[in-house]
Nanobody
Framework: HVQLVESGGGSVQAGGSLKLSCAAS????????MAWFRQSPGKEREGVAS???????YYHDSVEGRFTISRDNAKNTLYLEMNSLKPEDTGMYYC???????????????????WGQGTQVTVS
């Protein structure tokens, strides 16, 4: 059973940067489709970025060019580097893993099996 623990959230001013981490245990991270989601008060949860076994990455349009998803196989950890942060990036950020090596462009925001507890990001 995969367990995910996020860290790295915090409060920053607009234009600042944060790097989120998601430490995985109970499974080899690189064998899953891995993703970051976020949810703001009053809004639905949305996919932010995903990364799969083959290195394919997908991003929400609003973060393209500002956020970078990556992983460290040796540490079994997924990352989300966030630059040029905007107030609208505020929310609880969750990492999630889905069974299967590939994320696919048409379905990378759906069907995740394992979720972390979330880490708060506040941009003012």
């Amino acid at each position: 059973h995969v367990q995910l623990v996020e860290s790295g959230g915090g409060s920053v001013q607009a234009g600042g940067s944060l790097k989120l981490s998601c430490a995985a245990s109970g499974g080899t991270a690189s064998r899953y489709c891995m993703a970051w989601f976020r949810q703001s008060p009053g809004k639905e949860r949305e996919g932010v970025a995903s990364l799969d076994f083959n290195g394919n990455v997908y991003y929400h349009d609003s973060v393209e060019g500002r956020f970078t998803i990556s992983r460290d196989n040796a540490k079994n950890t997924l990352y989300l580097e966030m630059n040029s942060l905007k107030p609208e990036d505020t929310g609880m950020y969750y990492c999630a893993f889905r069974h299967g090596y590939y994320c696919y462009s048409e379905s990378w925001t759906r069907g995740y099996n394992y979720w972390g507890q979330g880490t708060q990001v506040t941009v003012s």
